[in-house]
């Protein structure tokens, strides 16, 4: 998986970033009866400003790579909705450490959908993970890439299967070329790096790694709802342990 790179391109600490996905809702705006002021805010009620973090490249062997188990559809989630993702690899972080297969936690921030033209919208905040001896465990992540299935990347050299049992495709084997699979995670920068928003095989699909509310990941599409097939790897990096 992850650690044959992790080996060979260790940095001290953890990434300073994790990824998020939540789903953001179309805001409705209204006008004012002719001849009338706007509405002054209400005092109090602004909201606090979220803590965004650097916008910077992240190294391969610090990024917490996690996949779809069945099918993730924007269309049936609503606010506040859990969803859930699966560890590819192990990694391990101060007070918790992530096996292989381990679930990690995410819920709706804001979700919409419009037509004519088709657009949708999904923002996501991955705030817990099932830490060995530590169920459902505060993790805040930030979502910075995503990955179509192995079958649709666009950047597959052939059909062969990019795969271990039990596990995904193996991230830094697929950057370096081989199994079948040329994947470039940050085109023009450091080799071995992935860059925040990237997205790959997902042609209709962007990502903005904290442009959803309270700096969530927002996911828009230019179809009715945001699809991530079985097998879909979503990139995190860790922000904030509890």
Request: glycine share 12%; charged share 20%; with cysteine.
């Given at each position: ?72 559809d924007s269309g049936h989630l609503k606010e506040g909705k859990e969803v ?22 995410a819920h709706v921030a804001e979700v919409s959908s419009s037509k004519n ?119 995190l990096v860790v922000s904030k342990q509890k």
């Amino acid at each position: 998986m992850l650690n044959a790179l992790r080996s060979s391109c260790w940095l001290p600490g953890i990434a300073g970033v994790a990824l998020v996905l939540a789903f953001p809702a179309v805001s409705a705006f209204g006008q004012s009866p002719a001849g009338s002021s706007p509405a002054a805010p209400a005092t109090g009620t602004t909201p606090a400003p979220c803590q965004r973090v650097a916008d910077v490249d992240h190294p391969i062997n610090q990024v917490l790579q996690v996949k779809v188990k069945g099918f993730l559809d924007s269309g049936h989630l609503k606010e506040g909705k859990e969803v859930w993702f699966t560890v590819v690899g192990g990694m391990e972080y101060p007070g918790c450490t992530l096996e292989a297969d381990s679930v990690v936690y995410a819920h709706v921030a804001e979700v919409s959908s419009s037509k004519n033209p088709n657009a949708s919208e999904l923002s996501l905040v991955f705030d817990h993970a099932d830490c060995a001896g530590h169920a459902k465990q505060e993790l805040q992540m930030k979502l910075i890439g995503l990955v179509a299935p192995p079958d649709q990347t666009d950047k597959m050299h052939d059909a062969m299967p990019v795969g271990v049992v039990g596990g995904g495709r193996k991230i830094e084997d697929a950057m370096a070329g081989t199994n079948g699979l040329d994947m470039d995670l940050n085109p023009g920068g450091p080799p071995h790096t992935v860059r925040p928003g990237i997205v790959l095989g997902m042609k209709k699909v962007k990502l903005e790694p904290q442009g959803g509310p309270g700096c969530s990941a927002k996911i828009t599409s230019t179809e009715r709802s945001i699809q991530l097939g079985t097998g879909a790897e979503l990139l995190l990096v860790v922000s904030k342990q509890k």
